[in-house]
Structure formats: structure tokens, C-alpha cells
């Protein structure tokens, strides 16, 4: 049976270096053709943590900046998974903090999203913006961390690197503002229900 991509990605799902690397050397697959889900391999490799198969996809020529259906890029994943070897790696190799999905958030949102704080504390090192507002709710990594998560460490990380606490989104609403809504429906959620005596 000929050598499809659908090799490719069966290589990269199931971690495997050797098949990764004869399919590569064979010359018939590209090595950016998308899986049916529209991920690249260096996507699947991204988002699982596999370094060694993220450094051959990119030593064969595959590009660290492609995006899939929803505008994620290879690094978003990572950040999002906290992969922090791959993220390391697709930033010395070309990948930006500045691009970003259809919702226009960028690899510290969804960094944020994840929660992994050695793999923010890197980003903020290495100089990513803090306060980048994301096109769709008009939210800040700490806003959405605020609202969605409600993360305290997180929190607390984006703070100490100078996120701004003050900043409003497109409603009004503060991170502050947000954090409160987020633990006041989770205490409804907590509740029990009220039983009627009759």
C-alpha cells in the first residue's frame, strides 16, 4: 500500500519517531498536509507534548506558523497543553506570541486557558505582551482567567508581570467584576435544592 498522509498522521498520533522519520525520508507525503480535523502533524505533536517528533517535522521543513480551522496555531496548543519543551522550541523556531485565532486571542489566552504556570512565567520572560485584548469579548488573559477559570495562581502571575487589574472589556466589566460573576454562579451551582414539605 502506498504511503498516504494519512500515514503521517498515524505516525505522529501514536508517537512513532521511526515510521515519522522513513515516511518523511520517502518524499511522497507533505509534510504539512492537515488530518481530517484540519491539524498539521506538527499540530498533533504540539498539543500531545512530543518534542522529538516536533523537532523532525521542523527539521523536514514543516511550518511553525500554519493555523487550523479555528486559527490555532501549533504554539497556541502547546501553551494550552503546557508543553513547555515544545513551546521553547517552536518560539526558537519562528513561531510568534503575536498571532492569533478567529476569537483573536493569542498563546497567552490559551496558556491562561490551561493553566500552567511554569509555561507562562516562560512566555512572560521571553517577553509576551500581557495585556493583548483578544477581538472577540475584548478580554485580557487575566479577564478571561478571571471569568472562566477564576485560576488564583494564574491570576497572580499575569498581576506580577504587570497586567492590568483596571482594564474594562467590552461590557463594562473589570477582571475584578468578573471574578465576582464567576464565584457567584458557582455558589447558585452549589446550592441545594430547596424541597417543598407538604
Known sequence: EPISSEHLHQAVSVNDEDLLVRILQ?????????NKF?????????QKGYTRL??????NGTDVNLKNGSGKDSLMLACY????DVVKYLRRHGASWQARDLGGCTALHW???GGHCSVIEW????????????????????????????????????????ANVNVKDRNGKTPLMSVVSLL?????KQRPKKSCVC
Open 38 to 46: 484540519g491539524f498539521t502533524a506538527l499540530m498533533v505533536a504540539a
Open 184 to 188: 457567584e454562579e458557582r455558589k447558585k
Open 54 to 59: 516536533v523537532k523532525i517535522l521542523v527539521s
Open 123 to 162: 512566555m512572560i520572560k521571553d517577553g509576551c505582551e500581557v495585556d493583548v485584548v483578544d477581538t472577540g469579548s475584548g478580554w485580557t488573559p487575566l479577564m478571561r482567567v478571571s471569568a472562566v477559570s477564576g485560576n488564583q495562581r494564574v491570576a497572580s502571575l499575569l498581576i506580577d508581570a504587570g
Open 81 to 84: 497543553a503546557g508543553h513547555l
Open 111 to 113: 496558556a491562561a486557558d
Open 26 to 34: 520517502g518524499g511522497r507525503v507533505k509534510v504539512d498536509v492537515p
